[in-house]
């Protein structure tokens, strides 16, 4: 079974310094995919990055980086310059398989506030 | 913009009527698509995953004849709730994959109220 773990439930980080959101996994497959979403009060689900389990690079999209360590299961959001619009819930997900259906399992989340 | 639309994005209904929900994917076909469910303050859970020309998968747990799901075309996947009661109050949102490997992209969700 998969399981998505992320252990900080608020941050709270100043304006324009860079965040590291924590996100663990668990699964038996060897094929998989990482996803980090970003959901604001509206309730969207707005996809920022994506890390393919046989990528050998990091991926990073912009101010986002994922920080891939395979052998410790981990796939850590980290956001660069940090933005006032860059407050909301952070959820983290994983897609079982590469070509396999596109369903995801999440992690609990962690709502990120920027301070000004 | 937008790549896979949900509407109505709010709706109050009372106990004991039906209400339907549509999720539309824009300018792709999605022979797939998943709903999800998310109480307050708590993550998304997958609900069904709704097929193009057959039945929609559902996860354990979640009752079938209650939350109907119809893939009437390649665009298009909706989701009934019947015989609404307030415990389904709750946001409902959905997803369809676009193909590439790498891109999951999600309606802008629907929140329900039943009174």
């Known amino acids: 079974a998969q399981k998505i773990t992320q252990t900080q439930p608020g941050m709270f980080v100043q304006e324009k310094e860079a965040v590291t959101l924590d996100c663990t996994y668990d699964?038996?497959?060897?094929?998989?995919?990482l996803f980090w979403y970003k959901q604001p009060s509206s309730g969207e689900m707005i996809f920022l990055i994506y890390q393919g389990s046989y990528d050998e690079q990091n991926a990073t999209e912009g101010r986002y980086s994922l920080n891939f360590q395979k052998a410790r299961k981990s796939a850590n959001l980290v956001i660069s310059a940090s933005q006032l619009g860059d407050s909301a819930m952070y959820f983290c997900?994983?897609?079982?398989?590469?070509?396999?259906?596109?369903?995801?399992?999440f992690g609990q989340g962690t709502r990120l506030t920027i301070n000004p | 913009g937008a790549v896979v639309s949900q509407h109505p994005s709010r709706v109050i209904c009372k106990s004991g009527t039906s209400v339907k929900i549509e999720c539309r994917s824009l300018?792709?076909?999605?022979?797939?698509m998943f709903w999800y469910r998310q109480f307050p303050k708590q993550s998304l859970m997958l609900m069904a995953t709704?097929?193009?020309?057959?039945?929609?998968?559902?996860e354990q747990g979640v009752e079938k004849d209650k939350f109907l799901i119809n893939h009437a075309s390649l665009t298009l996947s909706t989701l009934t709730v019947t015989s609404a009661h307030p415990e389904d109050s709750s946001f409902y949102i959905c997803?369809?994959?676009?193909?590439?490997?790498?891109?999951?992209?999600f309606g802008e969700g629907s929140w329900l109220t039943v009174v």
């Open positions: 300018d792709f076909q999605a022979t797939t």
């Open positions: 997900a994983m897609r079982e398989g590469i070509q396999g259906a596109q369903k995801l399992v």
């Open positions: 699964t038996s497959d060897q094929s998989y995919g």
């Open positions: 997803s369809a994959p676009t193909g590439g490997r790498n891109t999951i992209y």
């Open positions: 709704s097929n193009e020309g057959s039945k929609a998968t559902y």
